[in-house]
């Protein structure tokens, strides 16, 4: 998953960037309101998470803003703050969820997922396309009856291609999807990881699933 993390203090947003990225989202950070609310408009999230206490707008009035501006990926807001009212003005506002600082980092990956299951593009707990089988929530591959290991990386590589079978995706899907502003555009690492790919899911079970398109990028197709 693709996320969005908006935090004007560095420490915390680093804390949240790194402990989201080991649990293998590509995450992206906004230190502002408005810095949220024009990266919300130009890529496509996951889940966003969401400070209320932001220098500029704060929290809801950016979130009056990403809904205003037609962003409808599901929200969760994060704050010191947790009297009823503010909780109130939150889910108002348009926010999905709440959760109160400080919090355990097991019980935001929790969120998160629980978030984007019900974003606004069906998000199945279970893919399958073909023998090749995916369970999102526990971070696990098989094909057929065999379990494939997977990096975090190539994991949510594997993710994007079996949400869109047979679609053929570019490199700059796959990296709207996969990777965040850090990528470097003009490096193969997208090539290196479908090769990688291929050589778990496709060439020990004498399959060519994962297919090169050229010129165009790459489709994952189910051979039913």
Not at 25 to 46: F, I, K, L, Q
Not at 186 to 202: E, F, G, P, T
Request: hydrophobic letters at 40%.
């Amino acid at each position: 998953m693709r996320l969005l993390i908006v935090e004007d203090q560095p420490k915390m947003a680093s804390l949240l960037e790194r402990a989201l990225e080991e649990e293998g989202h590509a995450c992206d950070v906004a230190a502002s309101g408005e810095d949220a609310v024009w990266m919300a408009a130009s890529t496509e999230y996951d889940v966003i998470t969401l400070d209320v206490m932001l220098p500029g707008i704060d929290g809801y009035e950016t979130l009056r803003r990403l809904r205003a501006g037609g962003v409808n990926a599901p929200v969760l807001m994060l704050t010191a703050r947790d009297a009823l009212d503010d909780r109130v003005t939150g889910l108002d506002t348009g926010a999905d969820d709440y959760l109160t600082k400080p919090f355990a980092l097991d019980e935001l990956f929790a969120r998160v997922r629980a978030l984007s299951r019900r974003g606004p593009v069906e998000r199945r707990p279970i893919l399958q396309v073909g023998s090749l089988r995916l369970d999102a929530k526990s971070h696990r591959v098989w094909r057929s009856e065999q379990e494939v290991e997977l990096s975090s990386k190539q994991f949510s590589l594997l993710e994007t291609f079996m949400r869109h079978p047979g679609q053929v995706l570019s490199r700059f899907d796959l990296i709207e999807h996969t990777w965040d502003y850090d990528y470097e555009n003009r490096s193969n690492v997208v090539d290196v990881y479908v090769r990688q790919l291929r050589q778990k899911i496709d060439r020990p079970f004498g399959l060519h699933t994962l297919e090169t398109v050229r010129g165009a990028g790459y489709r994952l197709r189910n051979p039913e």
